[in-house]
């Protein structure tokens, strides 16, 4: 999931002009433990012992692997968990920065020849917590209805719906989430990790390492992204085929963007990508909503809506056609719809759908409503009800996990949303803002058995639905004909509700068949 990745996009527009820093090749190595005495070293000299180098004293510890038995309906899991981390290099054999994963192997397998899924969420600056807890891993926290709020117990339970009876699962967390952390100094090497191209070259290569560390290379491989994995995604994909010497059987992007340039300056496409949603939050109050009750909107937004749109405000019969519209489908009132031109930013549908109730709807669930802590206020002052509630728990659930349950301590802090990260992110070169459809079409060309998953929720005004129909329906047919794009009722986090949980787990199982 996602300043938190849920700002992304604003995020993108600022650094449109940044230029992305010049790569140094990267190698990687296997963390290993410290030496016993390290940290303990008289750092005055006395003892003829020269202090531990920066790069040590910030090392994480060594892997820890434990086993488990998992009680499910039905079936019982027994397998391996290790929680650890791979070390980067530069090309001066310099350690550059501490990769953390935590990998879950089911017993009693040919390993060799199971599948293994590496998974990672977005933002940037989002650790993989989300996935693992949410959707995927052994177990789960509870992340919607009653037990959506800060002050719930961070209790993990058992996960049904874990996707570890199909593949062997490998979360990783980017350097500056989770407990993932650099291990140089300055500020070269963060303008290297906290670019699109070095993001993408260290996640490929620590997937590498981590094959060749657990002789794992002929295992049929998956890549699994949200939000801002559906940038990192498609090019990390990319990376391993043509850079790192791994092919990739199945790429599954979880409420993907993918093209940061159709949500951002004064590009027309925002609003198209976002009235379906707004039209499922609005349709939903009265009772469930399917994608297939949004055709009308759907239809509306390819056609009528995108041709007024062009008109401009200068056709005043086209805008205010087009304004009255867009009020009776997203149940916003005529008269802010009218003073807006029907051009709805996402924050004032937030703040406009409920206004009379003091209430504002969520950026990453549509359908969940929350207290306007400023309802008076001229400016919008609110946070998002579907999200912020569950930094908490969530937080505390993963450093239970790691820290008691696989047993491994790493110092420092747990960082599940980074707002340094993505403060400081690269988003592009120039005034091209980031998008991964070009490597979308590179890797279906290039390998012709390449499956992906494309998933959302239908109430996810972070990540719209619809944005990724009309992406996907612009690449030619080679290509989009092996894209299987599908929707359920729910927000960005869509697995948190249980359907949507359950038919995401069945996709996945029936991709890797």
């Known amino acids: 999931m996602p300043m938190s990745p849920w700002s992304a996009c604003r995020v993108a527009l600022a650094a449109l002009l940044v230029t992305t820093a010049t790569l140094a090749p990267l190698h990687a190595q296997d963390a290993s433990p410290l030496a016993a005495a390290q940290g303990k070293a008289d750092t ?6 020269p202090a531990p180098s920066d790069a ?32 980067l290099f530069n090309d001066k054999n310099e350690p550059q920065a501490d990769i953390a994963y935590t990998a879950y192997q089911l017993d009693n397998t040919e390993a060799r020849m199971r599948p293994v899924t590496f998974l990672f969420n977005g933002g940037p600056g989002a650790s993989s917590a989300w996935l693992q807890l949410g959707a995927a891993g052994p177990w789960r926290l509870p992340m919607f209805g009653d037990a959506a709020v800060a002050s719930a117990t961070p ?18 967390d980017p350097v500056g989430t989770g407990y993932s952390r650099f291990v140089a100094s300055g500020d070269d090497v963060r303008k290297q990790f906290y670019s699109v191209d070095g993001d993408v070259a260290a996640t490929a290569l620590t997937i590498r390492r981590w094959l060749e560390k657990h002789d794992r290379l002929l295992s049929p491989k998956y890549v699994a ?55 499922a939050a609005a349709r939903q109050r009265k009772g469930p909503v399917t994608r297939a009750d949004l055709a009308d909107v759907e239809s509306y937004a390819r056609g009528e809506f995108i041709t007024d749109l062009i008109k401009g405000e200068a056709d005043q019969a086209a805008t205010q056609r087009l304004a009255d519209r867009v009020a009776a489908l997203s149940g916003i009132d005529p008269a802010v719809s009218r003073r807006l031109a029907g051009r709805l930013d996402t924050s004032e549908f937030q703040r406009e759908f409920d206004r009379a109730n003091g209430k504002v709807t969520g950026r990453f669930d549509a359908s969940v409503l929350g207290q306007d802590p400023f309802p008076d206020s001229s400016d919008a002052q609110f946070s998002d009800p579907s999200s912020e509630s569950l ?5 505390s659930a993963a450093m239970e996990l790691t820290r008691n349950t696989l047993q491994w301590r790493p110092s420092g802090s747990y960082h599940l949303l980074n707002g340094a990260v993505s403060r400081q992110w690269d988003f592009g070169r120039g005034r091209s803002p ?33 944005g990724s129909v009309v992406a996907i329906d612009q690449l030619p047919p080679f290509a989009s004909k092996r894209i299987k794009l599908v929707t359920w ?19 996945v199982g029936a991709m890797m068949k």
């Open 56 to 87: 040590e004293q910030h090392r994480l510890p060594a892997d820890s692997t434990t086993r488990h038995t998992l009680a499910l309906p039905g079936r019982s899991l027994s397998f391996t968990a290790t929680a650890g981390s791979i070390r």
């Open 225 to 279: 992204g949200e939000s801002y994995g559906g940038i990192r995604g498609p090019r990390v994909v990319r990376d391993l085929q043509t850079k790192q010497g791994i092919g990739v059987k199945g790429l599954i992007l979880v409420s993907p963007l993918l093209d940061f340039r159709e949500y951002s300056g004064s590009s027309l496409l925002q609003y198209v990508a976002r009235l379906p949603t707004m039209a």
């Open 391 to 395: 930094i908490a728990p969530l937080t």
């Open 489 to 507: 009722p729910g927000g960005h986090m869509t697995y948190a509700r249980d359907d949507a949980r359950k038919a995401l787990r069945n996709e």
């Open 434 to 466: 980031v998008e991964s459809l070009t490597q979308l079409r590179e890797i279906l060309a290039v390998d012709p058995k390449l499956q992906v998953l494309v998933t959302h929720g239908l109430f996810d005004l972070a990540t719209p639905y619809f």
């Open 155 to 172: 209790a993990l339970q058992p996960n049904a719906e874990t996707w570890l009876d199909v593949t062997d699962l490998v979360f990783i």
């Open 44 to 49: 005055g000299g006395s003892q003829g012992k």
